[in-house]
């Protein structure tokens, strides 16, 4: 279906193939406590499919918000969710570094899912396998699933 192993493209700047988001830092992505454990590791928690779309979702709409905490925001469990969540769920596609809850700047969040929606294929929207839909943010994951797979809450 989709050959997004094709991680060759992805050489960062030590020389591996380990995809590091381009347009995000990892604070972004993780809550605070998870940041000061494991630091740069924290990467290694979050799926890299999840990652390569997030860059491409920022590269079509522009300026988009996961996580807000690093400059004193209230988001922090906006991407990854450990069991210190209050919002923590144990099949959540959050709990396992597989889910973004984006706040898109220039957009509604319905307008991005339409969008996705009326072209999923696209080489921007391939990784996306689930949306959420009827919430005020943009929810994609990319759980194994038969795609697109769009949920109410
Ligand atoms: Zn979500």
Same mark, same amino acid.
């Given at each position: 279906?989709?050959?997004?192993?094709?991680?060759?493209?992805?050489?960062?700047?030590?020389?591996?193939?380990?995809?590091?988001?381009?347009?995000?830092?990892?604070?972004?992505?993780?809550?605070?406590?998870?940041?000061?454990?494991?630091?740069? *590791?924290?990467?290694?928690?979050?799926?890299? &499919?999840?990652? #390569?779309?997030? !860059?491409?979702?920022?590269?079509?709409?522009?300026? $988009?918000?996961?996580?807000?905490?690093?400059?004193?925001?209230?988001?922090?469990?906006?991407?990854?969710?450990?069991?210190?969540?209050?919002?923590?769920?144990?099949?959540?596609?959050?709990?396992?570094?597989?889910?973004?809850?984006?706040?898109? *700047?220039?957009?509604?969040?319905?307008?991005? &899912?339409?969008? #996705?929606?009326? !072209?999923?294929?696209?080489?921007?929207?391939?990784? $996306?396998?689930?949306?959420?839909?009827?919430?005020?943010?943009?929810?994609?994951?990319?759980?194994?699933?038969?795609?697109?797979?769009?949920?109410?809450?």
């Amino acid at each position: 279906m989709i050959g997004y192993m094709d991680k060759d493209k992805y050489i960062n700047k030590d020389g591996n193939n380990m995809y590091i988001a381009k347009h995000f830092i990892i604070e972004e992505l993780v809550d605070p406590e998870t940041y000061r454990t494991r630091g740069d *590791k924290a990467w290694e928690l979050l799926d890299e &499919r999840m990652l #390569i779309t997030l !860059d491409k979702l920022r590269e079509r709409y522009g300026s $988009i918000t996961v996580n807000s905490w690093k400059w004193g925001g209230d988001r922090k469990w906006s991407g990854l969710r450990t069991p210190a969540s209050p919002w923590y769920s144990t099949y959540s596609q959050h709990s396992h570094g597989k889910a973004a809850d984006c706040i898109i *700047k220039n957009y509604t969040a319905e307008e991005v &899912r339409q969008d #996705i929606l009326a !072209d999923p294929d696209h080489d921007d929207f391939k990784l $996306i396998n689930s949306i959420e839909l009827d919430v005020g943010w943009l929810h994609f994951d990319v759980r194994n699933c038969n795609r697109i797979k769009a949920f109410k809450p």
